[in-house]
């Protein structure tokens, strides 16, 4: 049974971190209505910005955090503003090709920086542990998991208490109406762009604390993005938080009890079922692909 609870808490941990790196995913493709398939290239680009950070200047992966964050989002806004937008009202497909493109270029450019291999960012307190009724709680993951959920609180603050987050849940609902009443469609659509970069920025810099990582992971990233977007509903930050919890909870339940090869086909075998019963996602108002035409 403790063993059980104990890979119960891994898993919930595990999938705070799912939605730290989903959180952006979910909040681009909801309200921009686009596919980020460069996603985990951002969230690479955040844990190599919180490395470089802590290598150079000796800070605390949560400082390289913010910077990361910061760097992410000034990224991800001239990305949208200077190339994105100049397709906004093309076909979907030209812009997931475009999506491609900006993959690629940011994965040899890590690739060109970083080479292939994998790189860690050790420190005093990630790899220890503490005991709560017999069960090891890693601490760094349970920091990771905690920042995960402020970030996530937050921006879904700032979207629905603040003049500027409701501007942008404006455009990203009805792009043609939001037109209508004056509102700068293109600053808005940068500006949802790189705040879902930024969150990228965030999760990487949470995959820097606890682990190790590499630009081959990036894929890996963008995936697990998409199930935990779909599951948890398009632009739904709690449903990308309950989403994130849920996908680590199977998937370390399907390694615990049956065997580690089986755990990814487990995982997405319940998240399609979960998805026949409830298409819009856990948390999702709109249909998929978005609610309005391009």
């Not at 995913?25 to 950070?53: C, D, P, Q």
């Not at 790899?127 to 920042?147: C, K, W």
């Not at 009443?181 to 820097?208: C, E, K, P, Q």
Request: hydrophobic share 55%.
């Amino acid at each position: 049974m403790n063993g059980l609870a104990q890979v119960t808490v891994y898993g919930i941990l595990q999938g705070g971190l799912l939605a730290a790196v989903a959180v952006g995913f979910s909040l681009i493709w909801g309200l921009n209505k686009i596919i980020n398939v460069a996603h985990g290239e951002f969230v690479m680009l955040g844990a190599y910005v919180t490395w470089r950070v802590n290598d150079t200047f000796a800070a605390d992966p949560f400082v390289g955090a913010f910077v990361a964050m910061s760097v992410l989002f000034g990224v991800g806004y001239l990305i949208q503003r200077l190339i994105i937008n100049f397709v906004i009202d093309a076909p979907l497909r030209l812009t997931l090709l475009l999506m491609f493109g900006i993959s690629v270029v940011l994965e040899a450019a890590l690739v060109a920086l970083h080479s292939t291999a994998y790189q860690a960012l050790p420190t005093s307190y990630a790899m220890t542990s503490f005991t709560v009724l017999e069960i090891r709680v890693p601490l760094g993951r349970l920091l990771a998991f905690a920042f995960s959920v402020i970030c996530a609180l937050a921006i879904a603050a700032f979207l629905n208490r603040t003049g500027t987050g409701l501007t942008i849940r404006a455009a990203g609902m009805n792009r043609k109406a939001a037109r209508l009443v004056g509102i700068d469609i293109r600053h808005s659509y940068a500006l949802t762009f790189a705040l879902g970069t930024g969150l990228a920025g965030a999760g990487g810099a949470m995959i820097a604390l606890v682990g190790t990582f590499s630009p081959a992971d990036a894929a890996t990233y963008t995936m697990s993005s998409f199930v935990v977007a779909v599951l948890g509903g398009l632009g739904s930050m709690k449903g990308a938080l309950a989403a994130g919890v849920l996908l680590g909870v199977i998937q370390a339940w399907a390694a615990y009890l049956v065997s580690g090869t089986l755990t990814n086909l487990i995982a997405f075998g319940l998240v399609l079922i979960v998805l026949v019963n409830q298409p819009r996602g856990l948390f999702g108002r709109g249909r998929l692909g978005g609610g309005e035409e391009r």
